[in-house]
């Protein structure tokens, strides 16, 4: 089996290492391990950031690996969609798309196996990512038609290291403009940031990261 992992700038550092450590660091000999270096903001559609934004990422990440896949003589790609996935179609997940159209396997969803699922049984095996919350690209916190940029997604990534170095972890910070920023936190953590001191502070910190408005997305994560 060959494990295949895009790193880009689309990721943040911690996660770059993450699935770089991730085969032997479970002692898994039979697993090979693969870095493809990409470079999204060389893709012209993409860094306009259009509705399909998703599905181009998708489709240009799948092509790339399908041609190392050919290059190792292997046929089949597998990738981690599941049943939840698959609910939403692809309004809710653009990349189902390009897999559908690249001949992807999900074998996740194929085994109707639910996010839920996933999780309790990496419980059971005693994987450690077993209750590590959702992580989206750093694209996904640009608004639709904003341009994709290197400073862009650096500050996101900045402002969201911000709030894990103080106990904050599976938040977003998503850009309005260049000077507003709306932040997304998971429903447990919403009353602790509310707390006045520990708020201002943050805010202090994030505003030296370059934005001037800091805003609350109430219904959270």
């Known amino acids: 089996m060959l494990a295949l992992h895009a790193r880009s700038c689309l990721q943040k550092k911690e996660e770059q290492e993450r699935a770089a450590a991730?085969?032997?660091?479970?002692?898994?000999?039979?697993v090979r391990l693969r870095v493809v270096e990409l470079e999204p903001l060389q893709w012209p559609e993409f860094v306009r950031n259009p509705s399909g934004r998703c599905y181009l990422c998708k489709r240009h990440i799948y092509q790339h690996f399908q041609a190392v896949l050919a290059e190792e003589g292997i046929a089949v790609l597998l990738d981690g969609s599941n049943a939840d996935d698959l609910e939403l179609g692809e309004a809710g997940r653009p990349g189902l798309r390009a897999i559908?159209?690249?001949?992807?396997?999900?074998?996740?969803?194929?085994?109707?196996?639910?996010?839920?699922?996933i999780r309790a049984l990496s419980c059971e095996l005693g994987l450690e990512t077993w209750?590590?919350?959702?992580?989206?690209?750093?694209?996904?916190?640009?608004?639709?038609?904003?341009?994709?940029?290197?400073?862009?997604?650096?500050?996101?990534?900045?402002?969201?290291?911000?709030?894990?170095?103080?106990?904050?972890?599976?938040?977003?910070a998503r850009l309005f403009d260049e000077a507003t920023v709306c932040l997304q936190f998971q429903n447990k953590d919403m009353e602790r940031f509310c707390s006045?001191?520990?708020?201002?502070?943050?805010?202090?910190?994030?505003?030296?990261?370059?934005?001037?408005k800091i805003l609350l997305d109430l219904d959270g994560r």
């Open 100 to 117: 559908a159209e690249l001949s992807v396997r999900s074998p996740l969803a194929d085994c109707s196996f639910s996010k839920e699922e």
């Open 196 to 212: 006045k001191e520990l708020c201002e502070r943050l805010c202090s910190r994030l505003k030296k990261q370059g934005v001037k």
């Open 131 to 172: 209750n590590q919350p959702a992580s989206s690209c750093l694209a996904a916190r640009i608004p639709q038609g904003m341009k994709i940029t290197a400073a862009r997604l650096e500050l996101v990534a900045a402002m969201e290291q911000v709030l894990a170095e103080a106990g904050f972890f599976g938040c977003r």
């Open 22 to 30: 991730w085969p032997k660091q479970h002692g898994l000999a039979a």
